[in-house]
T-cell receptor, first 112, second 114 residues
Framework: GENVEQHPSTLSVQEGDSAVIKCTYS??????FPWYKQELGKRPQLIIDIRSNVGEKKDQRIAVTLNKTAKHFSLHITETQPEDSAVYFCAASIRSFQKLVFGTGTRLLVSP | GAGVSQSPSNKVTEKGKDVELRCDPISGHTALYWYRQSLGQGLEFLIYFQGNSAPDKSGLPSDRFSAERTGGSVSTLTIQRTQQEDSAVYLC????????????FGPGTRLTVL
């Protein structure tokens, strides 16, 4: 079955720096790749997603890139702010339906 | 509009007891998912319902776990003869359909098995 690996498990940056989180997936048929942000004690919330027919997508300070050949995708956060501190999860969809397989999460800490 | 709701928010039970967890999806969403999140871990897929199709149960960890979705809306996840390793946050999510629309998560039920 699908397997998603996520790195790093923790990431500490200074406010204003950029942060990059990387994920790899195993099933070449995966076609949908969302990123979720989970603040402490709260539910996961979608922050950005990308489909396999595009290589990059941006939304203000957040961008996601996808390399289908290498089967990896990355989340880029620019000009980080303390409120970006949270756990970020990548996910990939298995063929034929949208069961998501999640990575193990990256705890991002942005220091003022 | 109202988001996904789950009840109870917290459940403490003794080993060996059965528990039922409830999920109310967003009205009109045909797809419903259950995930489990152990402390400090990622989200583990459990089961998926799409409309009237047979559910995908491939993520259920044992036959002690089952789920139903009545009338295409409310879902109940049942864990029989609970074990300590069942302790986790159980998250429900719903989406408009199964074609890649965003999954909206509920607040979760924190289950503690003593």
């Amino acid at each position: 079955g699908e397997n998603v690996e996520q790195h790093p498990s923790t990431l500490s940056v200074q406010e204003g720096d950029s942060a990059v989180i990387k994920c790899t997936y195993s099933d070449s048929a995966s076609n949908y790749f969302p990123w979720y942000k989970q603040e402490l004690g709260k539910r996961p919330q979608l922050i950005i997603d990308i489909r396999s027919n595009v290589g990059e997508k941006k939304d203000q300070r957040i961008a996601v890139t996808l390399n289908k050949t290498a089967k990896h995708f990355s989340l880029h956060i620019t000009e980080t702010q303390p409120e970006d501190s949270a756990v970020y999860f990548c996910a990939a969809s298995i063929r034929s339906f949208q069961k998501l397989v999640f990575g193990t999460g990256t705890r991002l800490l942005v220091s003022p | 509009g109202a988001g996904v709701s789950q009840s109870p928010s917290n459940k403490v039970t003794e080993k060996g007891k059965d528990v039922e967890l409830r999920c109310d999806p967003i009205s009109g969403h045909t797809a419903l998912y259950w995930y489990r999140q152990s402390l400090g871990q990622g989200l583990e897929f459990l089961i998926y319902f799409q409309g009237n199709s047979a559910p995908d149960k491939s993520g259920l960890p044992s036959d002690r776990f089952s789920a139903e979705r009545t009338g295409g809306s409310v879902s109940t996840l049942t864990i029989q003869r609970t074990q300590q390793e069942d302790s986790a946050v159980y998250l429900c999510a719903s989406s408009l359909n199964n074609r890649g629309n965003e999954q909206f998560f509920g607040p979760g039920t924190r289950l503690t098995v003593l």
